[in-house]
């Protein structure tokens, strides 16, 4: 039979697999594969659920396993078209990861970084200043970085603003993150107004900002953010444009927060992204008709 179909493209997922909670690496798996994009993982830590609002979790730190995968699959020749990483166990696995994407990284791969730190103008449990300092430097090397408000107020060192989040607020933190990106930021949870919610991203390359909004509904939804970076970077690794991007993974969060919604989940379990991927699949078909 003759092979009519284009090379699959690759990325490297280096997350923590927190067991229960719809995080990190169980999510992003799923998500890049649904967007027709290999994954491969490398796991910083394994802990028995996140640390939003659970308590007594346990943790095991992974940082001596994350070089020895690399250089084992360089020894293997792999090759990725993707870098994206999300959560960090600690400062250090930041040095650790620059090694990682040197030993990994070929001329063309993407680096995707989701400085996964903190919210609500606080830390996750664990997390302080050193933190921020170790995304900095990390961002600095991506091609693509994504956080949230409070991230973009850590990194960029403006001082973090609650809801609603003024064009002119937005505008102060992809200036201070400048310095710390490559071509595109994407800020998440931007409250334009009471009831809305979305994300704004610059290309810096083009000088020209998109976003993509919809309704806020009231809570906390946990693991949204890793949904939407892992969408996003499997997107740009595929080869769509960031418009198409941006909306395709926006309209996967947006309908996973409706449903979880709707269902009453408890909100640490995560959202229920499992029934919009029918969804987001056929959104992704349609970015990449005939491809």
């Known amino acids: 039979m003759e092979n009519k179909l284009p090379k699959l493209k690759r990325i490297v997922a280096v997350h923590d697999v927190s067991g229960f909670g719809k995080c990190s690496l169980t999510v992003a798996l799923p998500v890049v594969s649904a967007t027709g994009v290999e994954c491969a993982c490398i796991p ?18 992974l940082t001596d396993q994350m070089l020895p995968i690399a250089r084992h699959w360089a020894s293997c020749g792999i090759e990725f078209d993707g870098i994206y990483s999300g959560y960090l166990a600690s400062p250090e696995q930041a040095l650790v990861l620059e090694e990682v994407i040197g ?8 680096v995707i970084c989701d400085p996964a730190m903190a919210d609500n103008g606080v830390y996750y449990s664990g997390f302080d200043r050193a933190m921020a300092g170790a995304f900095r430097r990390l961002c600095a090397r991506a091609d693509v970085i994504t956080p949230n408000v409070t991230e973009a107020a850590l990194l960029s060192g403006v001082d973090y603003r609650p809801a609603p989040h003024p064009r002119d607020y937005i505008e102060r933190l992809f200036d201070g993150l400048d310095r710390h990106a490559g071509r595109y930021i994407a800020i998440t949870g931007v409250h334009p107004a009471e009831g809305v919610i979305g994300t704004v991203v610059r290309d810096r390359a083009l000088g020209v900002e998109r976003s993509a909004m919809s309704r806020a509904l009231p809570g906390m939804f946990y693991g949204t953010g890793d949904i939407f970076a892992s969408a996003l970077a499997a997107l740009l690794v595929r080869g769509a444009d960031i418009g198409g991007a941006l909306e395709a993974a926006s309209a996967l969060v ?3 927060i409706e449903r979880t919604y709707v269902r009453n989940t408890p909100r640490p379990y995560g959202v229920d992204f499992e029934g919009a991927l029918p969804d987001y699949v056929r959104r992704v078909q349609e970015l990449f008709a005939g491809g």
């Open 44 to 61: 910083t830590a394994l802990l028995s659920t996140h640390t939003g609002e659970f308590t007594g979790w346990t943790r095991c730190d």
């Open 254 to 256: 947006r309908m996973s």
């Open 103 to 110: 030993t990994l990284a070929g001329p063309d791969t993407l």
